[in-house]
C-alpha cells in the first residue's frame, strides 16, 4: 500500500476571536477553477452555540482512532459550499467514523462555490467551546480580504500522511450511505433519553429497533432493525443533546450479521450526521458496496460527464441529470455510483440525494483508488488492445489475454477464479473502452 | 576477546570491536578516530551489517547447544540419583521440572542473538557524515528493536563527540522522528537525552511532549532505591521544563500518558508552582485550556487534579469566569463539577451568564449538576419578575434527568411557579412532562393541565411462537452406516438393527483399509486396548467378529504388582464437582502411610486436600489397599466396558448394549432382531411393536438379550391402550412377564437438584430417586448421577435422549454436571436443551434450572440469540416449567456471577417474540426468590426486575397480586424500587 502525504498549506491560522470565526482554507476546487485559499462564504451563523458545538464534534471525529484509541495524525475537515448551505466533512482516524455538519443557518454572502480543507487548530477549538447562544456568530470561509491584500507569506503548512485505506473509506462512505433507509425517528427528549441510556462500554455493539417513541433493543437482524456497533462511536452526538430537535436513524435495506449505519441529529439551522462503519475495528474502504455499479462498462464514460454537469449543487436532481446528459436513469445512478467512489460527490440521507463536492486530494490520486478500472484504462493507453468483430485481444505482462466483447469472457486467471461475480476483470473493461472509443473515433 | 594491533587500520580495530558485542569498547575505538578513519568505517559499515548479524547470531546458537547439552546431562544425574534413592522413575522425572536446579537452569542467561546491535549503532554514530543519516542507521529496521538497548552510554559518548552543532541538528532530528505508536525502543529515550545535553530548543512536535511525560514516570536505580524523576525532584532541573510545558497543556495525549501517575504529575507541578519554579498563572490557564478542548474524564484526570490542588483564589476564578461557565454544559463530569464549584464560589453577576450556567447544567446527565442547576432556576425565578418562559426547555430538559428525586425536584419547582408561565410557556412544559413518570406527570397536569403520558407508548406486538414440535418421523430402516468416524444416536440403533438382522450373518460388505495413517494405526491397534470407550471401537469389533470369527484375542491377565504412589496420584487427576468440604483427609492418608515410608507420599497427601470427598475417598481405598489394609478386591470379569464412573452413564448403557451384542455374537445366541430399536427418531418405540416382537420371540423360543429389553422398556410410552396392555399379559415367557411389570409398574423417578457451592461458584448436582426394579439397566439409569466429571465424560451427548425418551429430567440430571462449565461442554448445548421438550414426559426442575442458566448466560458466540430460542421452543411445547424456571433462575441471578442485566435481555427478547405470558409465569417464580429478604440491601438490579416485571405483565395481561410485591408496594418511601412495586401491584390489582 502507498502511504502519500496530504500537505495543508494554509495562509494563517483559523481564528475565533471576539465574535468572529475565519476559516482558513488550503486548496480545492471551486467553480472559479482550482484556487490555493478559495474563499466561499462572509457573513452570519444564525445559531452560534449549536454551531460551534457540531464544529467541536467535526474536530474530535477527525482526531480520534476509535478502535485501538491512542494519538495520530489529524486530518482536517473538508467544507463544501453549495450556494445555499456549508457542509463540513470529517473522516476519523480509523476509517471507521465519518460526521458531516449540514449548515444553513447562515445569513451572508456567498462569494464561490466549491470544496476545500478548512484548518481546526487547538486555540480555534478552545475558543469554540467557549461560544455561548447569545452571541451572533461571524463566519468567514477563507481568507477576508484584508487578509488576502496583508498576506506576507505568513503560511500554516502541515503534513499529514494519507493512507489509500483512509481515502478510500472517505469517498466510499458516500455511496454505501446511499443504499440506506430511514429507520427510526425520534424526537428530542426521546433521543436525549435513548442516548443516555446507551451501555457504557465503548465497545458494546447492539441492535436497536423502533418500539413507539423509543428505540430499543433487540436481537440481532431482527426485522428493521439497526446495528449500532461500537456505542462509543456515537459521543460526539452527546454534546449536542441539549440543541437536538430529533435524531434520525438510517440503516441499509436487509440486514447483514454486521451492519453500518447512519445518525443524524436534526439541530437548529443545522444537521450533525455520523456514519459507523459495521465493526469499530473495520473501516468503510473495501465494504465492495460500488463493485456492482462500477462493473458496468459505461459508468467511466458516463459519470465523466456527468462530472462535467455537476455544478456544486445543493442536491443533485436524477432526473435533471437524465435529461442533461441524455442518460437513462440506472446509468446515471450508476455513473454516480462512480462519481462516489472517486470523490466528487456526497450523499446527503435527509434529503436523499447526491451533492457535489470534489475531495480537495490529488484529484489523479483519488481516481486510482478504483485500481481495476485504473489498470483498464493504463491498459487501453498503452495500446494493448486489439479488436476484432467481437473479439478483442489484451496483450498483458502474462501473456495474451482473449475477451468476448458480447459475453464479457476472458481467459485470464481472475476472471477463471470468479467468472463475472465480482464484475468485469481488467481486460473486459480495457477492451470495451477500447470498442468504445473506436465507436466514437468512427462517429 | 581478541583485540587489534595498534597497527591495524581504524576499520579493523572497529571490526574488532564490533565482533567482541561491546558497545563500550566500540565507543573508546570509535572516538579516537581521525577524519579519514572516520570516513573509512562509515564506508565499510553498511557493508557489513549481514556480517555482523549472522555472527551474532551463529554464536547465539552455539551457546544454545551448549547449554541444552548441559542441562539433559544435568536432568539425567538428577533422576539417576533419584531413583538410586527408591524413587520411581516417572516420579523421579517429574521431581526433576520442580526442582530448584531445573528452574536455576531454566532462569540462566544466554549470551543475546543481537549483541552486534548496538555496537553498529554506536559505529555509526560515531562515523557517519550527516545528521540525518545517523538518523536514519539508529533505527534501521535491520536492528529489530523489539527491545530496548540496555544501556544508552556509549552511544551518547559517540555522539558527544561529534561538533555541537552536529548534535543539536541531530537532536532535532531524533524528536521528530517520534510517533505515538512507537514505544519499543529507545528513541525517545535518546531523543529527550540529547535535546537535554545540546540545549537544543525541543521542536513543536506533540508525540516528543507524550515521550517526555511518560520518561517522568519511569522508574530508575539512583544507587540507593528505585525512584522516578517526578518522585525524585529531578523535574525542576530537567532542561526541557519550560519548554514543554506549555505543551504539556496542548498536545493529544498527555493526559492519557499521564493517567496512572496523575497525582504524582499534579503534585510536583503544584509543588513547583508553589516554590516559584512555575509561573502558576501558566498552569492554571493551561488546565482551563486544556479542559476547552474536551477529552474523556480519565484523560483530563491529571489536569483536574492539578486544579484542585492549585485551589485557585476567587480572583483568579472570577478572571476566568467565562472558561468556567463554557465547561458547565458539555465537559465530562468531573470537569464540570469543579467548574460548578468554583463559580458557586464567585457567583455569576451577568444574568445572561447566569442563565446559561442555568441551561447549561439541567441539560447534564448527572443527577448532582441538574440538581445545582435546579437551585439556580429557583433562584432566578424568584429574582426575576415577569414570565419565566424562557425557562420552559431548561425545565423539560430536567425532566429527562435518570434520578426520581431530581425529576421531582423539578416538577415541584414548576408546579411553584406554574402562574408565572404564559400559555405558551405552560404548553412548553406540558409537553416536555410527556416523559414524565405518570405520578409526577399527573402533578404537572394538576398546575399547567392535562399531559399526555407516554406510558401507552410501547406498542407491544407479540410475536407468535414458533409451532409446536410435530411428532418425531418414523425410524429409518437399518442400514450399514460408516461406523469408524463414530456412531451416535439413530446411526447408531439403525447400525446394530441392521448388524443383527444382516450384518452378523454376511459380515457387511467387508472391512475396507483405513485410508490414513492415523486411523490405520489406530485400528491396528484395536485388540491392544483394555477399554472401549466408543461405540465404533464396538461396531468395529462386531464386523471384526461377524467376518473371522475368534479373531479377538483374549483381554491379558491383570497386572499384578500393587501401583506405585506415582501413578496412584497421577491418576487422580481429575475433575471433581463434588465440592464437599474436607474432614482432615490428609492426616487420615499420612497416619495410614506412616508406617510405610513410601517415596513420593507427602505431595500427595498435600494435593488430596484440595480434592472432593469422593476422590479422596478412592485415594484411600487405593492407599489402604496397597499398605494392606484393606484385601484387593477381586477383579471383576473383563470385558472391554469402561468403569462405571469414567464415562457418564448413558453413554456407558449406549457401551454396554453393544458389548451385549458383541457377546452374543461370540456365544452363538445373537437374536434374529433387536428389541429396542426404536419406532420413530426421537427414541419413542410402539408398545404394541414390541408386544408384537415379543410374540415372535416366544413362538420361535429366542431368548432376547436382557439389556436390549431393559432398553425398550425404557423407550416405551408412558400410556398405552387396554388392547395392548392384555396382549402384553397374555405374554407366557420371563421377558413377557418383565413387559407386563413394567406396563403395570414403572418407575417414576423424581429428580430434584442439590444446590452447592464451591469457591464462589456455584455446582449444581441432581439427585435421582426411583423405587429398585431389578432391572439392571433401569435401576443403573434412575440412581444418582455421578458427580464427577472430567475430559471423557459428555461423550455422544446428543444421543442420551433416545435412552430414555420418555424421561426428559432424567436426561438434564446427566447433562447438569456439564452445564457451568461453558468452555468443556459441546456448543449444541442449547439445542439438546430445547430437544428435552420435543420428548413425551414433562420437563421438570432440573430442566427448569438448565433453562434458567442458559437465559443469562453469555460467554459463548449468539448465546443471547440461543437463549431467547430456547426459551421460546420450551414455550411452544407447552411443557415449560415457567415458573420454576423462574425460582432457579433467582438463585443463579443470586449464586453465580451471571448478571440480571442478560437474563432481562433474553426474557424481553422472548417475550416481543410470543412467550410474553411465560415470561410473565416465569417472574411469578422468579421474583419471590430473588428481591431482597429482611435485611438484605435493595440494588439497581432489584429496581431493574420491577421495572420489567411492570412491563411484561402488562404484555402479558396479567392480573392477581404477588404478596412480594405487595409487601414492597406498602413500604414508605419514594425510592425507585418501591415506586416500581407500588406500579406493579396497582397494575396487578386494578
Known amino acids: 500500500m502507498t502511504n502519500a502525504v496530504q500537505a495543508y498549506s494554509y495562509a494563517g491560522p483559523s481564528t475565533l476571536d ?4 475565519g476559516l482558513s482554507t488550503s486548496g480545492g476546487r471551486a467553480l472559479s477553477g482550482p484556487a490555493a485559499h478559495p474563499r466561499f462564504f462572509s457573513g452570519l451563523i444564525t445559531q452560534a452555540a449549536p454551531a460551534a458545538a457540531a464544529m467541536l464534534g467535526l474536530s474530535e471525529v477527525a482526531m480520534t482512532r476509535y478502535h485501538q484509541p491512542r494519538p495520530g495524525w489529524t486530518r482536517d475537515p473538508v467544507v463544501t459550499c453549495d450556494g445555499a448551505r456549508l457542509r463540513l466533512e470529517s473522516f476519523s482516524a480509523c476509517g471507521g467514523v465519518y460526521a458531516r455538519l449540514d449548515l444553513d443557518a447562515l445569513d451572508g454572502e456567498v462569494l464561490d462555490r466549491g470544496t476545500t480543507n478548512v484548518d481546526i487548530n487547538g486555540p480555534l477549538r478552545e475558543a469554540l467551546a467557549r461560544v455561548g447562544g447569545r452571541d451572533p456568530l461571524h463566519l468567514g470561509v477563507g481568507p477576508d480580504e484584508m487578509a488576502v491584500t496583508t498576506l506576507d507569506g505568513a503560511v500554516i503548512e502541515k503534513k499529514v500522511p494519507l493512507p489509500d485505506r483512509w481515502l478510500r473509506g472517505f469517498a466510499e462512505v458516500q455511496v454505501l450511505a446511499a443504499g440506506f433507509d430511514l429507520r427510526a425517528e425520534l424526537a428530542g427528549p426521546h433521543a436525549v433519553r435513548f442516548l443516555r441510556g446507551l451501555p457504557r462500554k465503548a465497545g458494546a455493539s447492539l441492535w436497536l429497533a423502533p418500539t413507539g417513541r423509543d428505540l430499543r433493543p433487540v436481537g440481532q437482524g431482527a426485522r428493521g432493525a439497526v446495528c449500532l456497533s461500537g456505542v462509543g462511536r456515537l459521543k460526539t452526538l452527546h454534546p449536542l443533546l441539549r440543541f437536538a430537535k430529533t435524531l434520525r436513524v438510517y440503516g441499509p435495506p436487509a440486514p447483514r450479521p454486521e451492519e453500518a449505519s447512519a445518525w443524524e441529529l436534526e439541530l437548529p439551522g443545522m444537521r450533525y450526521t455520523l456514519v459507523l462503519s459495521p465493526e469499530a475495528w473495520r473501516g468503510f474502504s473495501g465494504e465492495g458496496a460500488v463493485l456492482d455499479d462500477l462493473a458496468t462498462d459505461e459508468a467511466g464514460a458516463d459519470a465523466d460527464v456527468l462530472g462535467m454537469l455537476l455544478n456544486y449543487e445543493p442536491a443533485v436532481e436524477l432526473g435533471l441529470l437524465a435529461e442533461r446528459s441524455g442518460l437513462a436513469l440506472p446509468r446515471v445512478r450508476a455513473a454516480l455510483t462512480q462519481l462516489g467512489t472517486s470523490g466528487r460527490v456526497g450523499y446527503d440521507l435527509h434529503e436523499a440525494a447526491h451533492f457535489h463536492r470534489e475531495l480537495p486530494y490529488d484529484r489523479d490520486r483519488v481516481a486510482e483508488l478504483n485500481p481495476r478500472l485504473s489498470a483498464a484504462r493504463r491498459l487501453v493507453e498503452a495500446g494493448a488492445v486489439r479488436l476484432s468483430p467481437g473479439q478483442a485481444r489484451v ?48 462517429l | 576477546m581478541t583485540t587489534a594491533p595498534e597497527a591495524a587500520t581504524a576499520w579493523e580495530r572497529v571490526r574488532a570491536a564490533i565482533d567482541a558485542g561491546d558497545p563500550g569498547l566500540v565507543a573508546d575505538v570509535v572516538t579516537t578516530l581521525d577524519e579519514a578513519g572516520r570516513k573509512q568505517v562509515a564506508a565499510e559499515l553498511p557493508g557489513y551489517l549481514p556480517v555482523a548479524r549472522q555472527a551474532a547470531n551463529e554464536r547465539h546458537r552455539l551457546a544454545w547447544e551448549a547449554k541444552e547439552k548441559a542441562d539433559e546431562e544435568a536432568r539425567q544425574a538428577f533422576v539417576a540419583a533419584l531413583i538410586a534413592q527408591g524413587w520411581g522413575a516417572h516420579e523421579a522425572h517429574h521431581a526433576w521440572w520442580t526442582s530448584d536446579e531445573h528452574s536455576r537452569r531454566y532462569d540462566s542467561d544466554l549470551p543475546r542473538s543481537d549483541v552486534w546491535v548496538e555496537p553498529m549503532r554506536v559505529a555509526g554514530a560515531a562515523t557517519l557524515g550527516g545528521a540525518a543519516a545517523v538518523a536514519t542507521w539508529l533505527f534501521r529496521r535491520d536492528y529489530n528493536l523489539w527491545r530496548p538497548q540496555p544501556e544508552t552510554g556509549p552511544l551518547l559518548r559517540a555522539i558527544a563527540a561529534r561538533p555541537a552543532d552536529w548534535q543539536a541538528d541531530l537532536a ?21 537525552q540529547l535535546l537535554r545535553r545540546t540545549g537544543t530548543p525541543p521542536p513543536d512536535h506533540e508525540p516528543l511532549v507524550v515521550a517526555w511525560v511518560s520518561q517522568a514516570t519511569e522508574s530508575r536505580h539512583d544507587g540507593q532505591a528505585w525512584t522516578t524523576p517526578l518522585e525524585s525532584g529531578a ?20 493526559g492519557r500518558a499521564a493517567r496512572d501517575s496523575a497525582t504524582a504529575w499534579a503534585a510536583e507541578l503544584h ?18 485550556s486544556r479542559f476547552l ?58 444574568p445572561a451568564d447566569f442563565a446559561e450556567a442555568v441551561e447549561g447544567l439541567l441539560f447534564r446527565a448527572e443527577a448532582k449538576l441538574v440538581k445545582a442547576g435546579l437551585g439556580w432556576l429557583d433562584q432566578t425565578a424568584r429574582a426575576a419578575g415577569g414570565d419565566l418562559d424562557h425557562l420552559a426547555p431548561a425545565l423539560g430538559s430536567a425532566f429527562l434527568c435518570e434520578s426520581y428525586e431530581v425529576r421531582s425536584r423539578a416538577v415541584r419547582l414548576a408546579v411553584r411557579h406554574a402562574a408565572r408561565f404564559t400559555p405558551l410557556g405552560a404548553d412548553a412544559v406540558r409537553s416536555s412532562a410527556e416523559v414524565l413518570p405518570p405520578d409526577l406527570a399527573a402533578e404537572i397536569a394538576g398546575a399547567f393541565g392535562e399531559v399526555q403520558v407516554t406510558a401507552p407508548e410501547d406498542a407491544f406486538e407479540p410475536g407468535t411462537l414458533p409451532a409446536a414440535p410435530a411428532p418425531a418421523p418414523a425410524f429409518p430402516p437399518p442400514a450399514e452406516l460408516p461406523h469408524r468416524g463414530g456412531l451416535g444416536g439413530i446411526d447408531l440403533e439403525r447400525w446394530l438393527d441392521w448388524f443383527v438382522r444382516e450384518g452378523a450373518r454376511s459380515g457387511g460388505s467387508g472391512l475396507p483399509e483405513p485410508e490414513h495413517e492415523y486411523d490405520r494405526q489406530r485400528w491396528a491397534e484395536l485388540y491392544d486396548r483394555e477399554v472401549w470407550d466408543q461405540t465404533s471401537e464396538w461396531a468395529e469389533a462386531m464386523l471384526r467378529e461377524a467376518a473371522t470369527p475368534g479373531q479377538e484375542p483374549p483381554l491379558p491377565a491383570p497386572a499384578a504388582p500393587p501401583r506405585p504412589v506415582g501413578d496412584l496420584r497421577r491418576s487422580f487427576f481429575v475433575t471433581s464437582t463434588d465440592p464437599a468440604p474436607a474432614d482432615d483427609p490428609a492426616s487420615a492418608i499420612e497416619d495410614a502411610l506412616a508406617p510405610h515410608d513410601v517415596p513420593g507420599v507427602r505431595a500427595v497427601v498435600e494435593l488430596a486436600g484440595e480434592w472432593g470427598a469422593e476422590v479422596r475417598r478412592g485415594l484411600m481405598e487405593g492407599l489402604e489397599q496397597m499398605t494392606g489394609r484393606r484385601e484387593q478386591e477381586p477383579e471383576p470379569a473383563r470385558d472391554r466396558l469402561p468403569r462405571e464412573r469414567s464415562v457418564s452413564r448413558p453413554h456407558l448403557i449406549m457401551l454396554r448394549r453393544c458389548a451385549e451384542v458383541h457377546a452374543a455374537l461370540k456365544a452363538g445366541t445373537l437374536p434374529p432382531y433387536l428389541l429396542a430399536t426404536p419406532t420413530r427418531t426421537d427414541g419413542h418405540l410402539d408398545a404394541a411393536e414390541l408386544v408384537t416382537r415379543l410374540e415372535d420371540s416366544e413362538r420361535t423360543g429366542v431368548e432376547p438379550l436382557p439389556l436390549d429389553l431393559q432398553q425398550a422398556l425404557l423407550r416405551l410410552p408412558r400410556q398405552v391402550t387396554t388392547e395392548v396392555a392384555a396382549r402384553a399379559r397374555a405374554l407366557t415367557s420371563d421377558a413377557g412377564r418383565t413387559l407386563a411389570g413394567w406396563l403395570d409398574k414403572r418407575p417414576e423417578p423424581v429428580v430434584t437438584v442439590d444446590w452447592q457451592m464451591a469457591h464462589g461458584w456455584p455446582h449444581p448436582t441432581a ?36 435412552v430414555a425418551p420418555t424421561e ?38 432440573v430442566t427448569a434450572l438448565i433453562v434458567a442458566w442458559l437465559l443469562a448466560e453469555r460467554a459463548m458466540w449468539r448465546a443471547a440469540e440461543r437463549g431467547t430460542e430456547l426459551l421460546l421452543q420450551a414455550a411452544a411445547s407447552g411443557k415449560f416449567p415457567a415458573a420454576e424456571c423462574g425460582r432457579h433462575l433467582a438463585r443463579v441471578l443470586r449464586d453465580s456471577p451471571l448478571r440480571p442485566v442478560e437474563a432481562l435481555a433474553t426474557l424481553e427478547a422472548a417475550a416481543r417474540q410470543g412467550a410474553h405470558r411465560e415470561v410473565w409465569e416465569l417472574l411469578t417464580g422468579f421474583l419471590p426468590a430473588y428481591l431482597p429478604g429482611e435485611g438484605e440491601r435493595v440494588h439497581s438490579g432489584h429496581t431493574r426486575v420491577l421495572e420489567f416485571a411492570v412491563e411484561a405483565a402488562a404484555w402479558a395481561g396479567a392480573t392477581g397480586d404477588l404478596p412480594v410485591v405487595a409487601a414492597v408496594a406498602g413500604r414508605k418511601g419514594s425510592s425507585g424500587y418501591i415506586r416500581a412495586a407500588r406500579l406493579l401491584h396497582t397494575q396487578l390489582t386494578t
Open chain 1, 18 to 21: 471576539g465574535s468572529g470565526l
Open chain 1, 395 to 442: 496483450t498483458t505482462d502474462g501473456g495474451i489475454r482473449e475477451v468476448g466483447l458480447a459475453d464479457g469472457s476472458c481467459t485470464c486467471p481472475w476472471w477463471w477464479d470468479h467468472r463475472g461475480s465480482r464484475g468485469p476483470c481488467k481486460h473486459v473493461l480495457a477492451a470495451r473502452i477500447a470498442a468504445r472509443q473506436t465507436v466514437e473515433v468512427s
Open chain 2, 172 to 192: 532535532g532530528r531524533l524528536a521528530l522522528r517520534l510517533r505515538g505508536t512507537r514505544w519499543n525502543d529507545d528513541s525517545a529515550h535518546l531523543a529527550l
Open chain 2, 235 to 254: 523535574l525542576a532541573g530537567d532542561p526541557l521544563l519550560d519548554a514543554l510545558l506549555p505543551a504539556f497543556f496542548t498536545a493529544e495525549g498527555v
Open chain 2, 271 to 288: 509543588r513547583l508552582a508553589g516554590t516559584g519554579r512555575l509561573d502558576r498563572a501558566l498552569l492554571l490557564d493551561g488546565c482551563l
Open chain 2, 293 to 350: 478542548r474536551g477529552g474523556t474524564g480519565n484523560d483530563l484526570r491529571v489536569f483536574a487534579r492539578l486544579h484542585d490542588l492549585l485551589d485557585p483564589s476567587p480572583e483568579e476564578v472570577a478572571a476566568r469566569r467565562r472558561d468556567y461557565l463554557a465547561l458547565l454544559p458539555a465537559a465530562p463530569g468531573p470537569v464540570a463539577d469543579l467548574a460548578l464549584t468554583r463559580l458557586r464560589g464567585v457567583g455569576l453577576p451577568d
Open chain 2, 767 to 802: 439427585r435421582i430417586t426411583a423405587h429398585s426394579t431389578g432391572l439392571d439397566l433401569v435401576d443403573t439409569l434412575l440412581s444418582d448421577p455421578s458427580t464427577w466429571r472430567d475430559h471423557s465424560h459428555g461423550r455422544h451427548m446428543e444421543s442420551w435422549r433416545l
Open chain 2, 808 to 845: 426428559p429430567d432424567v436426561i438434564a440430571a446427566y447433562l447438569l454436571p456439564h452445564l457451568v462449565h461453558v468452555w468443556e461442554r459441546p456448543y449444541v448445548f442449547h439445542t439438546l436443551v430445547g430437544e428435552l421438550f420435543e420428548l413425551d414426559g414433562v420437563p421438570g426442575e
